[in-house]
């Protein structure tokens, strides 16, 4: 089906104003369709044709101010129509159909108690499959909604919901919304329920709802998740100076939900996993919460103020982004909010810069719906972010806070774009912001930024600083500079530090606004033997560090005491295995020394997950394994001098589960023996356990052991993660059918936890069969899954463990074909640029 286009999308703007939508659903009838009945007033601006956005299984009536309109004139998921001038009334009657990839209204089995639930995600495109529309983020309108469910069922979505008995329910007509934030979430929800109080006498009702099997889980959590839900909400109303707006707040855990969350106006859905089923983690905590504040964030910016069009929706992410460890830090007990973004956040938007498909922040061309979709990534959150905190470092706090209140203020329940936020900043602050934007929004890439010392010896003899320069490096490339052909030119404000044995020597806040900056204060100081740019981690770049510093890390990052500054080196190190500037094998060198000593969760969580993912990538098959033995051992050191039952204790506890060559360890874990304390009724460690012996070939029923203790949607996607994992052509074979088969039935859920174990295991004579078959097989799945789950799946199932010029080659020769959709060219594309710095590090370090 075509994707709007912006010019379709301005058009249609400029003739048509949606007044209110009327939907009601019917979910009764089966569990592969339901009813929809929209009723949509407009107005139209003259009787030009137009069409509304339709994608139904099957369209019974269509009428137009009471004349039918014929329904098979539907084409490509469009009906078009010529409204009369004026006030207009169109009533779509159709069949919809349920989903099982994340994208309209998706309905699951939680095989836990065969009990079925309904949620709605209609971002970007989704929302023709749910009703009628006139599906573009500028034409906003209030909407009824009215749900028939099965008796037991309990529904809510954007409106607060009213049971009318017999399964009916309504919910309250809601403020103006985007089409893509409508949301109807039901089933068998289990709830509780709190109210945040604000300081003018403002009540908002607080609701929490998860599956009827994760109802223990829930309401032992549920104290946490409100304690947030209430410090986000008087911080952010007080910080915007506008009262929620939105009714009462649901949060609701849907399974199999395709992203973290969506900020759908009072209804905000969550991936379930948030309600942690074994052991909580720290980490696990802050990711929660974080993302609790960054969706409530958007209910001001994003659902008060929406985007004209797609192209500016990196803004709403960059702000979400922001405010979210803003607030955490501000008003949580997650103080170390900064810390998780430096090292699991800011690495994955520099990866994004690296691939051919980086793009400005914003500026980025639109022309329809897919081409924003693709740019959906880790610069429109994390970059984004980087650069709002650099706009506040350039232009003040203050201003800044001014310029979002005056934003929300002048735009509220409509529509804005860049230029209006830009303006907003600029009156606030009396500063040419457009020259910034131009730095810092309008042109991709990184700058490198390192710190040039000369030495001489003090009257002692001992040696210390000369001169200190920092250094800017900018990227070159049409795609990297301004308009007019200039660099970048973007300022920075950072500091720059010096480490020594866990001491620090020095550290100083430098603006750097040119290629090359002297720091005279430093004459005479000390010299480190750690050199770090960028050690409050405050702008992005990739810091580059010297020689001797990277030769010094493995002893010196342990000690440093900072742990943002930690964070950063860690990202500065996958910068530099990516690059190939950094053996991987140094960062199992450094892994190994860190890790028994580190604090924080982040840190703990995200560097071993990293690290094995570089060994099981970067590294030659030949010495995968004593790597990976070398990081269990750091991981039973972690685990042996934590405090049991503790988050350093169970990051320990993980490393060794999914790094451990020794197969009978990690069976007395899968079997459930000799557990560390806290881990002995933590299925998902020993999910952990299992599909590591499944990696080893060392599988002996452990599967369908844990498959009767775990009979939970987790557990069997990980029973399938684990089967997929098995090194023989037998488990490929299965696990490929089911993969990448059109007529599996398998859900876009299902199919990432079997692409992961796929690619975990075997050697390239059992893999290279595969990557042909990846490069047929899951293009081909376009039409059974949507863009958006089917470009997670093309993502996951990716052959980069068969690591050669070959597969770079076949890759190319199909993303050179033109036959890819969107999604699938980008995640490609993307993967195929990794593949690149994969193969780039073997032929500079060996293998």
Not at 94 to 113: C, E, I, K, W, Y
Not at 308 to 327: C, I, P, Q
Request: charged share 20%; hydrophobic share 40%; net charge negative.
């Amino acid at each position: 089906m075509p994707s709007l286009t912006r010019d379709e999308a301005q058009t249609r703007a400029a003739l048509v104003e949606v007044v209110s939508m009327d939907v009601e659903l019917d979910l009764t009838t089966s569990s592969r369709t339901f009813e929809s009945e929209t009723t949509i007033v407009f107005t139209a601006a003259a009787a030009e044709p137009t069409f509304v956005d339709l994608k139904a299984v099957d369209v019974h009536e269509v009428e137009l101010n009471g004349v039918a309109v014929e329904p098979a004139t539907v084409v490509d998921g469009r009906l078009p129509l010529t409204p009369a001038q004026g006030e207009n009334t169109l009533v779509v009657r159709a069949t919809m159909p349920f989903s099982n990839d994340g994208q309209g209204l998706h309905r699951s089995v939680d095989p836990a108690d065969q009990r079925e639930y309904v949620y709605g995600h209609l971002f970007l495109d989704a929302a023709p499959k749910v009703f009628a529309c006139f599906d573009q983020p500028d034409l906003k309108a209030p909407y009824a909604v009215v749900v028939k469910a099965p008796d037991e069922w309990v529904v809510t979505g954007n409106g607060d919901p009213t049971h009318e008995g017999g399964g009916v329910w309504r919910l309250a007509t809601t403020k103006p919304l985007s089409t893509y934030f409508v949301t109807v979430c039901a089933g068998p929800y289990v709830q509780q329920r709190d109210t945040w109080r604000g300081p003018d006498g403002q009540e908002v009702p607080l609701v929490v709802h998860t599956r009827a099997s994760l109802a223990e889980q829930l309401e032992a959590q549920a104290p946490q998740v409100f304690e947030v839900t209430r410090q986000c909400m008087s911080f952010f109303h007080e910080l915007f100076g506008i009262d929620y707006p939105f009714g009462e707040y649901h949060q609701v855990f849907v399974p199999e939900f395709n992203a973290g969350a969506m900020e759908n106006p009072g209804c905000v859905t969550f991936r379930d996993q948030y309600v942690f089923t074994g052991a909580i983690t720290r980490q696990d905590l802050l990711l929660r919460s974080n993302t609790i504040a960054h969706e409530m964030a958007h209910m001001w910016f994003g659902d008060l103020v929406t985007p004209v069009w797609w192209d500016d929706l990196w803004l709403n992410e960059s702000f979400a982004e922001y405010m979210a460890h803003r607030a955490l830090v501000g008003a949580t007990e997650f103080t170390e909010a900064w810390v998780d973004f430096g090292i699991g956040r800011k690495p994955w938007g520099y990866a994004a810069e690296r691939s051919p498909s980086t793009h400005p922040v914003a500026g980025a061309p639109a022309p329809d719906g897919d081409t924003a979709l693709q740019n959906f990534d880790g610069i429109s959150y994390a970059k984004g972010a980087s650069a709002l905190r650099q706009l506040i470092a350039w232009m003040g706090d203050e201003a800044f806070v001014a310029g979002v209140r005056d934003h929300l203020e002048g735009h509220a329940y409509g529509n804005a774009t860049l230029a209006d936020f830009l303006g907003s900043m600029g009156r606030a602050s009396g500063r040419d912001v457009q020259a910034w934007a131009a730095a810092w929004l309008e042109t991709a890439g990184l700058d490198r930024i390192a710190v040039e010392l000369t030495t001489r010896q003090d009257a002692d003899g001992l040696p210390v600083i000369d001169t200190a320069t920092v250094v800017r490096q900018q990227p070159t490339g049409e795609v990297f500079t301004r308009s007019s052909g200039e660099p970048a030119g973007r300022p920075h404000a950072l500091t720059v530090a010096g480490w020594t044995d866990g001491d620090r020597a020095w550290q100083v806040d430098v603006e750097l606004d040119g290629d090359r900056v002297e720091v005279p204060e430093l004459s005479g100081r000390p010299v480190p033997r750690l050199v770090v740019p960028n050690a409050a981690d405050t702008t992005w770049a990739t810091a580059v560090l010297d020689e001797d510093s990277w030769a010094a890390l493995p002893t010196q990052l342990p000690q440093v005491t900072e742990p943002v500054t930690r964070a950063m080196l860690w990202a500065a190190l996958f910068d530099g295995v990516a690059e190939a500037t950094v053996d991987p094998r140094h960062l199992v060198e450094v892994f190994v020394h860190a890790f028994p000593a580190e604090t924080d969760a982040s840190v703990l969580a995200i560097s071993g997950g990293y690290t094995q993912r570089a060994v099981r990538t970067m590294v030659p098959a030949a010495e995968r394994e004593g790597l990976l033995e070398r990081m269990a051992a750091a991981g039973r050191e972690r685990l042996r001098t934590a405090e049991p039952a503790t988050s350093a204790a169970w990051l320990g506890a993980r490393v060794v589960a999914v790094c451990s060559t020794d197969a009978e360890e990690v069976r007395r874990w899968a079997r459930g023996q000799a557990l560390p304390e806290g881990l002995e009724a933590d299925h998902e460690f020993r999910w952990f356990a299992v599909k590591r012996l499944a990696q080893l070939g060392a599988l002996d029923g452990e599967v369908e052991l844990m498959e009767g203790h775990d009979g939970s949607l987790t557990g069997r996607l990980s029973a399938l993660t684990a089967r997929a994992a098995e090194p023989t052509p037998e488990a490929k074979q299965w696990a490929w059918e089911q993969l990448a088969g059109r007529d599996s039935g398998r859900s876009n859920y299902e199919r990432n936890h079997l692409a992961q174990g796929f690619w975990s295991s075997g050697d390239d004579a059992l893999l290279e069969p595969y990557v042909e078959r990846y490069l047929t097989d899951v293009p081909a799945l376009s039409g059974v899954l949507g863009e958006d789950a089917l470009a997670r799946v093309a993502q996951l199932a990716f052959p980069l463990p068969v690591a050669t010029q070959r597969t770079a080659d076949a890759v190319d020769r199909v993303v050179a074909s033109g036959l890819l959709s969107a999604a699938v060219r980008r995640s490609m594309v993307d993967q195929r640029s990794v593949l690149g710095e994969v193969l780039a590090s073997r032929e500079r370090f060996g293998g």
